[in-house]
């Protein structure tokens, strides 16, 4: 993978900075229906490189190292905050 086929990947779904892997499953499934060859705007190579670039993205975001501040390590992991309570 290359920045151009991240970059390509991200337009193609609209990507903001702050996205979960829920939203682009989402944004994928309706795009997939869209471009699915069944489709009138549908085409196999379309749908193919949608398959490839939520693959792409995905994966980017599988193996990419996340640093957090404070707030939003909170965020993130809400019950983790609570850990104190856990050992008693």
Not at 68 to 74: C, L, R, S, V, W
Request: hydrophobic share 30%; aromatic share 18%; with cysteine.
């Amino acid at each position: 993978m290359d920045y151009s086929e991240f970059e390509k990947a991200v337009d193609m779904f609209g990507i903001l900075t702050t996205v979960s892997k829920k939203d682009i499953k989402n944004k994928y499934l309706k795009l997939s229906k869209k471009y699915h060859p069944d489709m009138p705007e549908g085409s196999n190579e379309k749908f193919t490189e949608l398959k490839m670039n939520y693959d792409l993205l995905l994966a980017y975001m599988d193996n990419y190292c996340y640093s957090f501040d404070e707030e939003e390590f909170k965020r993130q992991f809400p019950a983790f905050t609570n850990y104190k309570n856990w050992m008693k």
